[in-house]
């Protein structure tokens, strides 16, 4: 896989005279044309502008964890249960491919665990949406119970989960402050600037019970699967202090929950309500980005996603799951 990599990489730059001279021509950029996706008309250029560069690839180092918790009360023979999970850190290398806007990511190879990671992006200037798949069963933990006293330890393998997170974001001074700029240098933010966030967000989780003494403690379930819609305001700053060479980002996004369904798998499918209709979940983002010129850049980002379930079933369910990534970014 690596020396694979290394030759697509060396052809792809050697290409790159290639595409800057058909890049008018593609139809790519008819696209963005369409859409005004590199529109410089309603944006300050004082404060941001586009790349210079429309094509792009990144090369990441991806390292994705999640934390699961579980609680079950009244299970026949076993009173309640208490699971708690988290993933090893996978770390992937992964890589990033786009023109202007458009962005769609894959992982390319799995170094450390067992971890599957899809990514796809599309913005403008003032919106965008955001497509992740993750799927991975590297858990490490632990199960308590009540009636028994002792613990059992979770292995790889004994949990597996997939999930899927759609998102769709606007950005209200979307005159001086570029969210792009702080994800994947899209972007340059010249001067510093901050903007409210207005965020929408689907999210469907699977978790299977792969080890049969984890499917009797939680009542002969061997799936529950759990989703959301949700809506949230939040505020998010860059801090450039020399000019867009270097920015630092920081956004909270409290997230309404509106909608929300359980269901638990065993001999049947049972579907659960939650004990509150409506609750609060988060999202945050943390990124540094260093600009050497117009063709490289370096990017350093967490992004922190939280997802609970109460229900009326005495069964919650807890979930963190953050991305860390190291990215070098190339333009051409």
Known sequence: MGKNLMFFIIFLFAAIPNYAQKEKDSFLWKIDKMFNLSSLKKIDTNYYTIANNGWMINLN??????????EIKNVPLY?????????????QVSTTFG?????????????VGEAKDFTLSLSANAWGFEFRRLETDDFDGEMENNLLGSNFKIKRGDIKVKTRHLRAYHVFNSKKFSLTAAID????????????LFYTNFSQSNVYFQNNTIVNH??????????????????????????????????????????????????????????HKYFFNLMGRFTINYRF???LGINLSAFYNNLNQNTQKDLNIKWNDILFKATLCCRF
């Open 218 to 275: 939680f009542d002969n379930t061997k799936e529950i699967e759990f989703s959301s819609a949700s809506l949230g305001l939040g505020y998010a700053y860059n801090y450039t202090p020399n000019k867009g060479k270097l920015l630092f980002h920081l956004s909270a996004i409290p997230m309404f929950v509106a909608i929300n369904n359980a269901y638990l798998y065993n001999n049947t499918i049972e579907q659960i309500d939650t004990k």
């Open 61 to 70: 180092n991806n390292f994705a964890v999640v934390d699961l918790g579980a």
């Open 79 to 91: 009173g309640k249960t208490e699971l708690n999970a988290h993933s090893r850190f996978n770390y």
């Open 99 to 111: 023109y202007r806007n458009l962005i769609l990511g894959c992982s390319l190879a799995n170094l």
């Open 293 to 295: 010129n117009d063709f």
């Open 185 to 196: 240098q899209r972007c340059v933010q010249k001067h510093s600037a901050g903007s409210l």
